[in-house]
């Protein structure tokens, strides 16, 4: 069964950092495109990060930009996201999601799998 688990959150002070990870079974996540939401309290969902299959290339929200970094681990079958110089405003639950077609970020097809998210507080 294809699934997607991701764990690292918790609660941190501004300007900290921290590293979320989602960690896939039931496929190579390795051979997928994958992208990492957030969706704060009361607002939409929002596209933070994503990395090609094959850890080709990656694109970042420009709210991110400089601050967050996508990664593979590819014998672990795991992306990560490092966050660091955390604000206020990236208080959110964080999702990892896989692309089944495709295989850069920018190929327009779905998101179509989604883990269950794991929530970042960074308290202001």
């Known amino acids: 069964q294809l699934q997607l688990v991701e764990s690292g959150g918790g609660l941190v002070e501004t300007g900290g950092s921290l590293r979320l990870s989602c960690e896939g079974s039931?496929?190579?996540?390795?051979?997928?495109?994958i992208g990492w939401f957030r969706q704060a309290p009361g607002k939409e969902p929002e596209g933070v990060a994503c990395?090609?299959?094959?850890?080709?290339?990656?694109d970042y929200a420009d709210s991110v930009k400089g601050r967050f970094t996508i990664s593979r681990d590819s014998a672990k079958n795991t992306v990560y996201l490092q966050m660091n110089s955390l604000k206020s405003e990236d208080t959110a639950v964080y999702s990892c999601?896989?692309?089944?077609?495709?295989?850069?970020?920018?190929?327009?097809?779905?998101?179509?799998?989604w883990g269950k998210g794991t929530r970042v507080t960074v308290p202001s």
């Open positions: 990395i090609n299959s094959g850890g080709g290339g990656a």
């Open positions: 999601s896989m692309k089944t077609l495709g295989s850069t970020c920018k190929d327009p097809y779905d998101f179509d799998y």
């Open positions: 039931g496929f190579n996540l390795h051979n997928y495109v």
